[in-house]
């Protein structure tokens, strides 16, 4: 299932039992779209994970450490400033939406009391972290947007903080299986419940809906009021107990997970979960998108000596017309007694003797005489017999590297880690690189000679010393 207003729920849910009245001691933003708290909380560090990316929208606990760069980013030195030292009193929710609200109380410069919020909003693209100040008023946020950009409200420095408007009910505000049926009966027979559930009702995926309909045993297409009774109690009874029940997480098929009800879980198993679970997701991702890039290079590669391949098969091609070429000039010079010696000639016929004296048309150049068309014609035989020489060779050798960049695609489509990319890539590196490599040097080393150049030949220079400073006159 995404991670929805139920996941968002649960986890604020344990957050609740474990950070509240903790203290941020760290913070950390590994990249552009993270943010990583560090917590001091009964006796105990935590360490609050963010992540706004579209995909992989989320926040949750973690256990995984995350380099960072260097040099801290903006946001995480405003952070930083803010949050450092501050309590954490509340984290909230409102009615399902993937919004998480943290509530901050610390003291500022002067030693008064000073209250905060950190929202952390999970809306796919349009994800964001933003902090207020005791006003509600942005104090800066992750991501910058406004009105003339096409967003529905002005998240900036200075500006009053504004929640994302919806037009979907929350389905905790629903009291009764009879209230529900009548929320959704008038949609019932125009799209599947997944569908219907999704788009009225805040905070629930259609992945959680198909879910729960399989375990109930009931289809997509339900409009039985029995089924979406019992659909709607088993939905209700999650949704209203998350306090009072553990919950467990399991994998399903697909790299998904889904919500199950188990009273033997320990505290934080939901938290934790989603942090090995998004940790395999994201090794995957950016182990295909390495292995993605990788191959890309590779195929380049692979389309250049192929082309390459395929222009040395036209030259021998070619090649194989050397020995034509010979025999016409042997033809022309053996009987040029018998020709006329003129230009502006376009062809000649000849006895081929080297075929039974059949009659072979040969053509000249208009502009050569008829001798100096067989030297062309010789001329062209040695370099097509050079050229043949060349490219056969060069063939065999472009043929050999075809196969060696085969092979590595074989064993990049079967390389099982990032280890295992990163060996390959070297190898790639090494091989393919290598001429751009020495490009570079042969630059430096021209770039050096030109610099060399430029020095003073004291060789062709007058010194004197003058009060005790030394004084350079070149000679003309």
Known sequence: MAFDGIVTRQVIYELN????????????????????????SNQKNYALYINIEASNCRFHLTTSQKPNPQN????????????????????????????AIIELEGFNELNDISHKKLIIELMGKHSNIILLNENDVIIDSLRHVDKLSGSTRDILPAHKYISPQSDKISILNISSFE????????????????????????????????????NLNLKSNITEKEDLKKLYETLSNILHNISL????????????????????????????????????????????????????????ELQKYTKRLSNMDKKLEECNKKDSYRIFGELITANLYNIDNSTNIDHIELSNYYNNNEIIS?????????????????????????????????????KTEIQYIESIVYELENAESITDIDLIYNEVSENFLKNTLKLTTNNKKAKNTKTNSNKLDISN???YDIDGYKVFIRKK
Not at 76 to 96: Q, Y
Not at 253 to 263: E, G, P, R
């Open 179 to 214: 209230k529900f049926y009548e929320t959704i009966n008038s949609k019932l027979s125009d799209m599947p419940i997944d569908t219907l559930l999704a788009d009225t009702f805040t905070g629930i995926s259609k992945s959680y809906i198909n879910f729960l309909l399989e």
């Open 17 to 40: 039992q474990s950070i509240v009245n903790g203290k941020i001691n760290k913070v950390f933003q590994p990249s552009k779209n993270e943010i990583l708290l560090g917590i001091y």
């Open 362 to 398: 040969i053509p000249l150049d208009k502009k050569l005489s008829p001798s100096e068309n067989a030297k062309k014609y010789f001329k062209l035989y040695h370099k097509l017999k050079n050229a043949c020489e060349i490219v056969s060779k060069q063939k065999i050798e472009t």
């Open 72 to 99: 801290a980013l903006n946001f995480c030195m405003l952070l930083r400033k803010h949050l450092i030292g501050m309590k954490i009193t509340s984290i909230k929710n409102e009615n399902l939406e993937r919004i």
């Open 461 to 463: 220079v007058l010194q």
């Open 245 to 300: 029940t553990c919950k467990e997480w399991k994998y399903l098929n697909k790299d998904d997970y889904a919500l199950v009800i188990n009273n033997n879980v320990s505290p934080l198993t939901v938290n934790f979960f989603l942090d090995d679970f998004y940790l395999k997701k994201e090794s995957k991702e950016n182990f295909i998108t390495y292995r993605n890039s990788v191959l890309k290079l590779i195929l380049n």
